[in-house]
T-cell receptor, first 113, second 116 residues
Framework: DAGVTQSPTHLIKTRGQQVTLRCSPK?????VSWYQQALGQGPQFIFQ???????QRGNFPDRFSGHQFPNYSSELNVNALWLGDSALYLC????????????FGEGSRLTVL | AQKITQTQPGMFVQEKEAVTLDCTYD???????LFWYKQPSSGEMIFLIY??????QNATEGRYSLNFQKARKSANLVISASQLGDSAMYFC?????????????FGKGTTLSVSS
C-alpha cells in the first residue's frame, strides 16, 4: 500500500518564477492538505482540498494556489517566487472520518535563488 | 487563536533511558485534538500518538505515551526505553477542532538526540 508520494523531491528556481508541486494521497484517502516548513520551524498550514474544492486556507497570499483532481491527487502552485518561499513543502492526506490523523509525504524541497 | 509552544530546542538522552518532551497549548475551544509527530532527517512526518480533549485516559502507543494535563494545558510526550532510531525532530500539534479534516497547528519542535 503506497503512502503519500510527492514530486519533485528537490528543485531550484529563481525569483519571479513559478513552480508546481505534485502529491498523490495514500490509498483510500480523499483529503489533501499542504504545509510549508521553513528551516528550523514547524510546518504551517497552506490549504486543504476535499472533493476538488479548497475547503480551508491558512494565512498565505493568493500567489499560493492549488488543485485537486478526481483521483484525489493534488497540485500546489506558487507564482512570483521570492526568496522567502524557500522551504520544505509537505503534502498530507487524510480521510473524512476518525481523529484527523494526517499521513505525510517526504516533501518537496524548494530553493529560490 | 490557537498556539502550540515547545520550549526545549534540543534534548539529549542515553539509550534505554526515558525522556519527556514538553508541549503546552493555548485554545479557547472545548473540543480539540493533540498530536505528536516525529520528523527524521528524511523529512517525512510520522504520526506517533493522538489525544482527544475529552479523553479521560492518557493515550499510549507502544513506547510512546502522552501525559495530558488539561487544566495546565500541557500534552507532554514520554518516550520510554529510548533507542538510537528515536533521534529526530519531534513536533506537537493541535487540531482546530476535534474532528477530521481540520488544519493542524504545529509547534517549533524539539530535536532529540539519543546516544549509546
Amino acid at each position: 500500500d503506497a503512502g503519500v508520494t510527492q514530486s519533485p523531491t528537490h528543485l531550484i528556481k529563481t525569483r519571479g518564477q513559478q513552480v508546481t508541486l505534485r502529491c498523490s494521497p495514500k490509498s483510500g484517502h480523499d483529503t489533501v492538505s499542504w504545509y510549508q516548513q521553513a528551516l528550523g520551524q514547524g510546518p504551517q498550514f497552506i490549504f486543504q482540498y476535499y472533493e476538488e474544492e479548497e475547503r480551508q486556507r491558512g494565512n498565505f497570499p493568493d500567489r499560493f494556489s492549488g488543485h485537486q483532481f478526481p483521483n484525489y491527487s493534488s497540485e500546489l502552485n506558487v507564482n512570483a517566487l521570492w526568496l522567502g518561499d524557500s522551504a520544505l513543502y509537505l503534502c498530507a492526506s487524510s480521510t473524512g472520518t476518525g481523529t484527523g490523523e494526517l499521513f505525510f509525504g517526504e516533501g518537496s524541497r524548494l530553493t529560490v535563488l | 487563536a490557537q498556539k502550540i509552544t515547545q520550549t526545549q530546542p534540543g534534548m539529549f538522552v542515553q539509550e534505554k533511558e526515558a525522556v519527556t518532551l514538553d508541549c503546552t497549548y493555548d485554545t479557547s475551544d472545548q473540543s480539540y485534538g493533540l498530536f505528536w509527530y516525529k520528523q527524521p532527517s528524511s523529512g517525512e512526518m510520522i504520526f506517533l500518538i493522538y489525544q482527544g480533549s475529552y479523553d479521560e485516559q492518557n493515550a499510549t502507543e507502544g513506547r510512546y505515551s502522552l501525559n495530558f494535563q488539561k487544566a495546565r494545558k500541557s500534552a507532554n510526550l514520554v518516550i520510554s526505553a529510548s533507542q538510537l532510531g528515536d533521534s529526530a525532530m519531534y513536533f506537537c500539534a493541535m487540531s482546530a477542532a476535534n474532528q477530521a479534516g481540520t488544519a493542524l497547528i504545529f509547534g517549533k519542535g524539539t530535536t532529540l538526540s539519543v546516544s549509546s
